[in-house]
């Protein structure tokens, strides 16, 4: 049986719809939670597991049975619904609390007219491995058979849940929901406008104190929310937006589209020159007392205010394939030029004129450290080489 066999009938179908128009609901409220703080964020997020399960089993297995089983383990959306049943489980019924479940990743300044700024955090699942016994155990003495989820939603939930951003295994869930029955996806939604204000901008829509009466401190920024946006699919409200966001169902993955070899767009992107006529390089970047990249400034046309990183080995490559890099020296430009297994070069009158060029130590945008952040947030790295359109 294909996904498109698996049509829901009379009250399985109305039951679908109510818990579609849930699970939109929960993702919204989830998205708008990323700004609030981590408590905010897990509520939230136990709130679409549930959904999610109730879609799966009160729902689509109560339906279909095994045939429907059999079909959820075979394919890779599946595998992250029954991943999702472990955090449903445990949430429900763990008489624990798992502070660790949601493990904060990049930070972003959401724009609001007063101070001070809100962040919104990129939340991914913890692993499997960090959740405590008293979590994971119907009871923390028993065997490892006693868990609170099925060994195939453990599994799952290691191989397709854990480590991934949640907003992506979301989305991932409503996919594999609304490829079994197209009678799951709403109406496109309409262009939403929002914003945030400060209380003295708002009239005449409503008035505000300019200053809390019970505590007497300057009031706060608002945040207005739409409503009855979950008559619609979900395309999440651009707070903040890093192109790694995943706003749609609709979009790929970003953490499976980006690191994919060969046809990833990470791998695409390292296939193609920087932009520019040239790059300089300025600073060394050194770690445990080893040169593992190089960072400087573009040249040329295209070229960028923002500083680049690049490890050796990429630099080597953009060489390879007929882009500069140069260093200066004595008021001459010195190109570097590939030397063998990844490494370069680049000599003036037979001296190492990079091995003269200073640690880039702790300067913004050009050390160590910003190297690693871009290795770890793929898509800001993107940002400092042309690449293919985003998902979507």
């Known amino acids: 049986m294909t996904a498109k066999q698996f049509h829901l009938e009379s009250g399985h179908l109305s039951k679908g719809l109510r818990y579609m128009r849930e699970l939109r609901r929960a993702i919204d409220a989830y998205w708008y939670a990323t700004i609030e703080d981590p408590e905010a964020a897990a509520l939230e997020a136990r709130r679409v597991a549930s959904a999610v399960n109730i879609?799966?089993?009160?729902?689509?297995?109560?339906?279909?049975?095994?045939?429907y089983r059999r079909h959820r383990a075979g394919t890779t959306l599946g595998k992250v619904v029954m991943g999702l049943e472990?955090?449903?489980?445990?949430?429900?019924?763990s008489p624990v609390v798992f502070d660790g479940l949601l493990?904060?990743?990049?930070?972003?300044?959401?724009?609001?007219?007063?101070?001070?700024?809100?962040?919104?955090?990129?939340y991914e699942w913890a692993k499997y491995s960090d959740m405590p016994d008293e979590y994971v155990r119907v009871d923390s003495s028993a065997t490892e058979r006693v868990k609170r989820a099925r060994a195939e939603a453990q599994d799952a939930y290691r191989k397709q849940v854990q480590g991934r951003p949640v907003i992506d295994t979301i989305f991932d869930a409503v996919n594999f929901f609304q490829e079994l029955d197209p009678r799951l996806i709403a109406s496109a939604p309409p262009v939403v406008r929002w914003a945030f204000a400060e209380s003295t901008r708002l009239e005449p829509l409503v008035e505000v104190p300019d200053t809390d009466t019970r505590t007497e401190l300057p009031s706060k920024h608002l945040v207005y929310r739409p409503m009855g946006m979950d008559q619609y699919e979900v395309f999440l409200s651009d707070i903040a937006c890093r192109p790694a966001d995943r706003r749609s169902a609709q979009w790929p993955a970003w953490d499976t589209a980006v690191r994919t070899r060969k046809v990833g767009i990470?791998?695409?992107?390292?296939?193609?020159?920087?932009?520019?006529?040239?790059?300089?390089?300025?600073?060394?970047?050194?770690?445990?007392?080893?040169v593992i990249g190089y960072s400087g400034v573009v040249e040329g046309p295209g070229a960028t205010s923002e500083p680049w990183v690049e490890r050796t080995r990429q630099i080597a490559n953009d060489i390879g394939r007929g882009f500069?890099?140069?260093?200066?020296?004595?008021?001459i430009?010195?190109?570097?030029?590939?030397?063998?297994?990844?490494?370069?070069a680049a000599t003036s009158d037979d001296r190492d004129v990079l091995g003269d060029l200073a640690?880039?130590?702790?300067?913004?945008?050009?050390?160590?450290?910003?190297?690693?952040?871009?290795?770890?947030?793929?898509?800001?790295?993107?940002?400092?080489?042309?690449?293919?359109?985003?998902?979507?």
Not at 104 to 122: D, E, F, N, Q, W
Not at 270 to 288: C, H, M, Q, T
Not at 324 to 331: A, G, H, K, L, Q
């Open 55 to 67: 879609l799966d089993e009160a729902v689509f297995l109560n339906a279909y049975g095994d045939i």
């Open 86 to 93: 472990l955090i449903r489980n445990c949430e429900e019924h």
């Open 103 to 122: 493990v904060p990743g990049a930070h972003y300044g959401v724009p609001l007219s007063m101070a001070p700024t809100r962040m919104r955090v990129v």
């Open 266 to 290: 990470l791998q695409q992107a390292k296939d193609r020159n920087p932009p520019g006529s040239a790059r300089e390089v300025r600073y060394r970047l050194i770690e445990n007392r080893k």
């Open 324 to 331: 500069t890099y140069f260093v200066r020296s004595d008021e």
């Open 333 to 344: 430009s010195v190109h570097l030029q590939q030397a063998g297994n990844g490494s370069v």
């Open 359 to 392: 640690d880039a130590g702790k300067r913004p945008g050009m050390d160590v450290t910003w190297l690693k952040l871009l290795e770890e947030n793929p898509d800001l790295y993107l940002a400092t080489r042309p690449r293919p359109a985003p998902p979507g």
